[in-house]
């Protein structure tokens, strides 16, 4: 198993204290946000681009994937979302990531719709993606927020350049069992999204294991030559505790549960189907 965290928990930092953070407590490699406020994004110049791979791997670091903003299922003509793909494809490329991450983004519109949009998109960027070796993953989050509904999407494409990104929260919000996400995701999986929250009700970030997800059904699930990928949503909780101090903890974490030794205080489903502490 590798281990990587997405900038999304170091809103802005510079790249090369991201990539020191991740070499200094034992990542394998970062999932970069690709937005104009972090240090590259779509319209980065080449320049900044071939600086900053250098800087990824003097430390020893590989960028994992690009997580852009794309949403594929969303409303509206397709061009500007093939457009968006593109360029975070070449971006990807350009860092020698393998993967893109994209949204869905179609909440506001009946499934068969949201599904077509989706479809049609990443039939459309997947030969682009393939040609420049990176693979777009539809994200389990919004509209197709369960690993079901991404595989729906997904194995109407069934090509190649697309596969998923497995977001743990939502298909955990959305009641489905881990074992039952894993397994649907099984031939589409790029990498798996982990995270802890303190509830279902109050979405803010906490260090691995200390709030209410399966985390380790979770582990057990992922493919054990894959990746995890610690997402600490500290842009969207600026009141959550500060990233750098919890990496050592997280990935000691997460090494545990793929040893097949979870920490004492385990973690048991409830009534509700949601996980509870015991």
């Known amino acids: 198993m590798k281990y990587a965290f997405s900038t999304l928990g170091l809103p802005g930092a510079p790249l090369d204290r991201s990539a020191a953070l991740a070499a200094t407590h034992g990542y394998d490699g970062l999932e970069l946000r690709a937005h104009p406020e972090e240090p590259l994004h779509p319209d980065s110049p080449a320049a900044e681009r071939a600086a900053g791979l250098r800087t990824l791997t003097a430390a020893g670091v590989t960028v994992l994937a690009v997580a852009g903003y794309p949403r594929v299922a969303a409303p509206g003509t397709d061009e500007p979302v093939l457009a968006e793909l593109r360029a975070l494809i070449r971006l990807a490329s350009d860092l020698e ?42 994200e389990t989050h919004d509209s197709h927020r369960t690993a079901a509904a991404a595989a729906r999407v997904l194995g109407r494409v069934a090509h190649p350049g697309v596969g998923a990104v497995w977001d743990v929260l939502h298909t955990w919000l959305a009641g489905e ?4 996400s894993g397994r649907t995701l099984a031939a589409h ?26 985390l ?15 997402e600490y949503e500290k842009r969207w909780y600026p009141s959550a505790a500060d ?8 990935r000691e974490y997460l090494q545990s549960l793929v040893a ?8 048991t489903a409830g009534s509700d189907g949601l996980q509870t502490r015991v």
Not at 177 to 180: E, I, L
Not at 191 to 204: F, G
Not at 216 to 230: H, I, N, R, S
């Open 260 to 267: 097949g030794q979870p920490p004492a205080d385990s973690r």
């Open 97 to 138: 990531a393998p993967y893109v991450r994209v949204f869905p983004g179609g909440t506001d519109l009946p499934e068969e719709a949201a599904d077509a949009h989706a479809v049609r998109r990443l039939l459309a960027a997947a030969p682009f993606a393939e040609r420049h070796g990176v693979r777009i993953l539809l």
């Open 177 to 180: 069992p881990p074992t039952r």
């Open 216 to 230: 380790p059904e979770v582990v057990a699930a992922a493919p054990e030559d894959g990746w995890l990928c610690w």
């Open 189 to 214: 999986l790029g990498y798996v999204q982990v995270k802890d929250v303190r509830s279902a009700q109050d979405l803010t970030p906490t260090g691995l294991g200390t709030g209410v997800l399966p």
């Open 243 to 250: 990233l750098p101090g919890q990496l050592t903890q997280g």
